[in-house]
């Protein structure tokens, strides 16, 4: 399934319900569909960089937005809960975390809490040769 209808939108994204049919469907990636908030979303809807679909897709291109440190183009990426967001151009980090009502907040960050990330690990097994490793809760496998 490739769209995604408005009204059918997790709530938490707070998308009106009389601007459009459609909504920006979260790209496979490591959070849920539900779980997540689409790049797009962010710049256009939080932080008002951009008035439409276009300004936000040539802010992108553009490849001034890193989540996690890498930069992503694609504007449906899925930005999920403790990911930090950094625009290089305005110097500004961001984390994406729930506030009281389970809404993402715009929660500004330092430099240098930008540079860790807190994870939950949901699953520990042992690989090939008795390797112990770790996946977290966004997807990463952590071999120790």
Not at 5 to 20: I, N, T, V
Not at 68 to 88: H, N, Q, S
Request: aromatic share 10%.
């Amino acid at each position: 399934k490739k769209h995604l209808k408005r009204l059918a939108a997790p709530k938490h994204w707070m998308l009106d319900k009389l601007s459009g049919a459609f909504a920006p469907r979260p790209s496979s990636g490591p959070h849920k569909l539900r779980e997540s908030l689409p790049i797009i979303l962010f710049i256009r809807n939080r932080l008002k960089y951009a008035l439409s679909y276009d300004e936000a897709k040539k802010i992108v291109m553009q490849r001034l937005i890193k989540v996690d440190g890498k930069v992503r183009t694609d504007l449906t990426f899925p930005a999920g809960f403790m990911d930090v967001m950094t625009i290089e151009k305005t110097s500004e980090h961001f984390r994406l975390i729930y506030d009281v009502k389970g809404r993402f907040a715009v929660h500004r960050i330092t430099a240098e809490e930008a540079t860790y990330k807190l994870c939950k690990v949901t699953k520990q097994c042992t690989g090939p040769k008795g390797v112990p490793f770790v996946v977290t809760h966004d997807g990463r496998t952590i071999r120790y």
